[in-house]
Antibody, heavy 112, light 110 residues
Framework: QVQLQQWGAGLLKPSETLSLTCTVY????????WTWVRQAPGKGLEWIGE???????NYNPSLKSRVTISADASNGQFSLKLTSVTAADTAVYYC??????WGQGALVTVSS | QSALTQPASVSGSPGQSITISCTGT?????????VSWLQHHPGRPPKLLIY???VRPSGISDRFSGSKSGNTASLTISGLQAEDEADYYC??????????FGTGTKLTVL
């Protein structure tokens, strides 16, 4: 059974860097799209970016200058870094093996 | 990139059918078969209902069906049940090699 377990800091101050990691259990890492999605309070789902089957990362143009998604296939993990966070980055962040398997979600709050 | 357009809300009575539309452009919905539909209950991860326009993953009820015409995709839920009350999102691959989400539709089962 495929499971995604995500973790990372839940409370950040403005200008800090958000860092989340997702570990994949029960599935091969290669050949899939590994994705990060978020949902701000009261808002809809927003695609942040993903690593594709070729190992290339693609990002939401609105976040591209601040986002890095990387993968460590040997450890079955992929990570999200978002720099210079503001209150607008407060959201529940989800990792996913697009689009069928999802992490449990992690609330990240940005507050001074 | 712009969000795909969905109605903000739809409603129906138990047993009825409803359809949610998802309108994009020739650079996303109209360009690819990679349109998916997700069901999202608050506090839970999204759940994949439909992928590649009309394919149901294993374990998804055949009450859920998807289709596409031009730049608009649609999700139909037949035989509405109380547990179908949730938010629904379409998503599409785009020519920029990104993914766009729909604006989301809140389904109320009356």
């Amino acid at each position: 059974q495929v499971q995604l377990q995500q973790w990372g800091a839940g409370l950040l101050k403005p200008s800090e860097t958000l860092s989340l990691t997702c570990t994949v259990y029960g599935a091969s890492f290669s050949g899939y799209y590994w994705t990060w999605v978020r949902q701000a309070p009261g808002k809809g789902l927003e695609w942040i970016g993903e690593i594709n089957r070729s190992g290339i990362a693609n990002y939401n143009p609105s976040l591209k200058s601040r986002v890095t998604i990387s993968a460590d296939a040997s450890n079955g993990q992929f990570s999200l870094k978002l720099t210079s966070v503001t209150a607008a980055d407060t959201a529940v962040y989800y990792c996913a093996r697009w689009a069928i398997y999802w992490g449990q979600g992690a609330l990240v709050t940005v507050s001074s | 990139q712009s969000a795909l357009t969905q109605p903000a809300s739809v409603s129906g009575s138990p047993g009825q059918s409803i359809t949610i539309s998802c309108t994009g452009t020739s650079s996303d919905v109209g360009a690819y078969k990679f349109v998916s539909w997700l069901q999202h209950h608050p506090g839970r991860p999204p759940k994949l209902l439909i992928y590649e326009v009309s394919v149901r993953p294993s374990g998804i009820s055949d009450r859920f069906s998807g289709s596409k015409s031009g730049n608009t995709a649609s999700l139909t839920i037949s035989g509405l049940q109380a547990e179908d009350e949730a938010d629904y999102y379409c998503t599409s691959f785009t020519r920029m090699s990104t993914r766009a989400f729909g604006t989301g539709t809140k389904l109320t089962v009356l």
